[in-house]
C-alpha cells in the first residue's frame, strides 16, 4: 500500500545533540510537511517541501531545519534540541498545492524526547 | 485572524449513543474544510472534506458533518458511536487559495466511549 512512513517512531535526545528525523513516501507526491505537536495541543505546521521548493513558516525557529533530497524523503533536522522540542513530529504529503483541494497524508509520527 | 474554534475539549459518551463534535470558524471567505481522526500515538486521519455542493457531507467509519455558512460551523457527527471511535478529532480549514495548503487546526476534541 502507498503510504507515508516516519523513522524512528520514538527518538530520545540529549538536551543541545543534534538529531535528524526521516520521511519517506510512496505516494509520490509533490509536496511534504512537517508539523510539531505538543501534548493535546493542534499540529502547527513548521515547514513544506513544494518539490524542490522550500517554504518556512515565519514563526519556526531556526533550530529547525529541513532537507528534501530527492520526491521521496524529506529530513527534519533540529541542530541543539531543547527540552521545549520535546513533541510529536508529524510528516504529511499531498498532491499537489490546490486551494485544500488536496488531501494531506500524514505517517504516524515521530515521538522525541529530550533529557 | 483566521482561526478554528473547537469548543469542547473532551467529551464522554456510551458506546451506541449519538455524538455531536463542534467546530466553528473565522475565515474571510469559505475555506475548504476537514475532520480528521487521531489515535493514541498515530498520525491524523481523514474522515472526511467539504468543499463546495451538497452541504451534507458523509465520510469513512460512519461518520458525516453538516456545513452551516450561516453558522460558520462543520459539526462532526455519528448516530451511533462504537468503543473504537474513542480518539482525537481535529477539525481544519484550508484556504481557497491555489497557492498554498496550509491547514489550519483546531485544538482538538478527545472523545472517550464508554461500554
Known amino acids: 500500500d502507498a503510504m507515508v512512513i516516519q523513522n524512528p517512531r520514538y527518538q530520545v535526545t540529549q538536551f543541545g545533540k543534534p538529531v535528524t528525523l526521516s520521511c519517506s513516501q510512496t505516494l509520490n507526491h509533490n509536496v511534504m510537511y512537517w508539523y510539531q505537536q505538543k501534548s493535546s495541543q493542534a499540529p502547527k505546521l513548521l515547514f513544506h517541501y513544494y518539490d524542490k521548493d522550500f517554504n518556512n513558516e515565519a514563526d519556526t525557529p531556526d533550530n529547525f531545519q529541513s532537507r528534501r533530497p530527492n520526491t521521496s524523503f524529506c529530513f527534519l533536522d533540529i541542530r541543539s534540541p531543547g527540552l521545549g522540542d520535546a513533541a510529536m513530529y508529524l510528516c504529511a504529503t499531498s498532491r499537489a498545492r490546490g486551494g485544500g483541494l488536496n488531501e494531506q497524508f500524514f505517517g504516524p509520527g515521530t515521538r522525541l524526547t529530550v533529557l | 485572524a483566521q482561526s478554528v474554534t473547537q469548543p469542547d475539549i473532551h467529551i464522554t459518551v456510551s458506546e451506541g449513543a449519538s455524538l455531536e463534535l463542534r467546530c466553528n470558524y473565522s475565515y474571510g471567505a469559505t475555506p475548504y474544510l476537514f475532520w480528521y481522526v487521531q489515535s493514541p500515538g498515530q498520525g491524523l486521519q481523514l474522515l472526511l472534506k467539504?468543499?463546495?455542493?451538497?452541504?451534507l457531507v458523509q465520510g469513512i467509519k460512519g461518520f458525516e458533518a453538516e456545513f452551516k455558512r450561516s453558522q460558520s460551523s462543520f459539526n462532526l457527527r455519528k448516530p451511533s458511536v462504537h468503543w473504537s471511535d474513542a480518539a482525537e478529532y481535529f477539525c481544519a480549514v484550508g484556504p481557497p487559495s491555489y497557492n498554498t495548503d496550509k491547514l489550519i487546526f483546531g485544538t482538538g476534541t478527545r472523545l472517550q466511549v464508554f461500554p
Open positions: 467539504y468543499f463546495s455542493g451538497d452541504t
